[in-house]
């Protein structure tokens, strides 16, 4: 059969298999659409009842169009894919459950994925392949940066900042900052599941706890 559009969801391990049906329930209606696993390191032929390819048998698809969501947690490996998929010129896709409240003044850069009961309120920036999991809200006034991951469950209240791969355990609260001091999570800060931040997180800092301190090593 001839298909018009091919979707890839990249990675066929746990986050894979929880956002393909959302991506099947959204296109359930179209007849002419593929919806594909892409995996270099799975060698199985069908994943819960799609098939899987490596990336160079999705890239050289016959189809009009291709489409590619990148549903990879660890997100420095979300990255080195985003690049090498805009290099092959593929079309970023954003996933969003029919379970997602979207509210007013929100900017989204391209190949976020938004799970069900996800919750995002007023005057918003997020940037690219952002993973927002089950359950996760962000308030209002936040910005949240490239290739940033929530775990699901995660309340980011107001007025915070979230740099670039962050990542934000499951459970986790982040206290409201101010307009003029906004709570900041560093770049590749890591909040651990549970943790409560009631202070800004430095880059590259592992935090724990209630309140949340710095991981002793």
Aim: net charge neutral.
């Amino acid at each position: 059969m001839k298909y018009e559009s091919i979707y890839g969801i990249y990675g066929a391990s746990g986050c894979g298999r929880g956002v393909a049906p959302l991506l099947e329930w959204k296109l359930r209606d179209e007849s002419d659409v593929k919806i594909v696993f892409i995996d270099d390191a799975n060698h199985e032929k069908d994943v819960n009842g799609l098939p899987v390819y490596s990336y160079e048998e999705f890239v050289q698809f016959d189809v009009e169009t291709k489409y590619v969501s990148i549903a990879i947690a660890n997100s420095r490996v979300r990255q080195k894919l985003a690049d090498k998929c805009a290099a092959d010129k593929l079309n970023f896709l954003t996933i969003v459950s029919d379970q997602h409240v979207r509210m007013k003044s929100i900017k989204v850069g391209v190949g976020g994925i938004f799970s069900p009961f996800t919750t995002l309120t007023s005057n918003i920036k997020i940037g690219q392949h952002f993973h927002c999991n089950i359950g996760s809200y962000v308030e209002h006034d936040c910005v949240v940066g490239d290739f940033v991951t929530f775990a699901p469950a995660v309340r980011c209240n107001g007025n915070v900042h979230i740099d670039h791969h962050a990542y934000i355990g499951a459970g986790a609260i982040l206290r409201q900052g101010t307009p003029d001091k906004p709570l900041r999570v560093g770049t590749g800060a890591i909040v651990g599941m549970g943790a409560v931040v009631t202070k800004d997180v430095e880059p590259g800092t592992i935090v724990v706890g209630n309140p949340a301190r710095p991981l002793e090593k």
